[in-house]
């Protein structure tokens, strides 16, 4: 009985597998779509547009009355987007904002600190923090590390002396220009700033 009684529970123990269907794998069922509309587009004498590979590009304009800073939102590792919704803009005081390209941990971490070291500047001194501090804080943190954080800057605030705006490079290096592009992407977003920008903007113009 005890034999019977243990084949019968290993019976009972048994994993069952049972068989589904097949259902996940690659659809290509957009693809051919794609392909029909093109063909149709092209019998119609329509070209569709080509996509611009831009990657990563942050602005700053200065405008009669302030700054504007401008991100994407996208960060890749290689050939994939990792984050569709990632933020490019840092906060450094409440007077001055700095957007980041190059590694986005290097970005954020350098913009975190040197943020943290102008509230203390800031709580000694009684006063919101000047521009000029935040870039010189910045650039001698990048200088010091000769260009192993890769952090490509685009600093811009407003002090008692007006709207200032900075460049910041990998190496240490900085520019203080009235309209700034950094980023891969730089280049699409400076021939459009080149083209268009003028001295002193009014604040309802600044977006044309």
């Given at each position: 009985r005890r034999s019977s009684d243990l084949s019968h529970r290993a019976k009972m123990a048994a994993p069952t597998v049972c068989s589904l269907p097949v259902t996940g794998s690659f659809s290509f069922d957009n693809c051919r779509r794609n392909a029909l509309l093109e063909a149709e587009f092209s019998d119609k004498g329509h070209t569709l547009p080509?996509?611009?590979?831009?990657?990563?590009?942050?602005?700053?304009?200065?405008?009669?009355?302030?700054?504007?800073?401008?991100?994407?939102?996208?960060?890749?590792?290689?050939?994939?987007v990792?984050?569709?919704?990632?933020?490019?803009?840092?906060?450094?005081?409440?007077?001055?904002?700095?957007?980041?390209?190059?590694t986005a941990a290097d970005t954020e971490m350098t913009t975190q600190l040197i943020s943290s070291n102008?509230?203390?500047?800031?709580?000694?001194?009684?006063r919101l923090p000047r521009v000029a501090t935040a870039n010189r804080m910045l650039k001698q943190m990048l200088f010091r590390y000769q260009g192993y954080i890769g952090a490509a800057l685009v600093l811009g605030g407003f002090d008692y002396s007006g709207p200032h705006l900075y460049s910041i490079y990998p190496h240490g290096s900085t520019d203080k220009l009235p309209y700034v592009t950094m980023g891969s992407g730089s280049l699409a977003a400076m021939a459009v700033f080149e083209d268009r920008f003028k001295p002193d903007l009014e604040e309802d113009r600044k977006s044309t």
């Amino acid at each position: 009985r005890r034999s019977s009684d243990l084949s019968h529970r290993a019976k009972m123990a048994a994993p069952t597998v049972c068989s589904l269907p097949v259902t996940g794998s690659f659809s290509f069922d957009n693809c051919r779509r794609n392909a029909l509309l093109e063909a149709e587009f092209s019998d119609k004498g329509h070209t569709l547009p080509t996509a611009r590979k831009t990657g990563t590009t942050i602005v700053g304009l200065v405008f009669k009355d302030g700054i504007v800073l401008g991100a994407d939102t996208r960060a890749t590792e290689g050939m994939i987007v990792a984050d569709k919704n990632c933020s490019k803009i840092h906060y450094i005081s409440p007077n001055i904002y700095c957007c980041g390209a190059g590694t986005a941990a290097d970005t954020e971490m350098t913009t975190q600190l040197i943020s943290s070291n102008l509230e203390l500047h800031s709580l000694s001194t009684g006063r919101l923090p000047r521009v000029a501090t935040a870039n010189r804080m910045l650039k001698q943190m990048l200088f010091r590390y000769q260009g192993y954080i890769g952090a490509a800057l685009v600093l811009g605030g407003f002090d008692y002396s007006g709207p200032h705006l900075y460049s910041i490079y990998p190496h240490g290096s900085t520019d203080k220009l009235p309209y700034v592009t950094m980023g891969s992407g730089s280049l699409a977003a400076m021939a459009v700033f080149e083209d268009r920008f003028k001295p002193d903007l009014e604040e309802d113009r600044k977006s044309t």
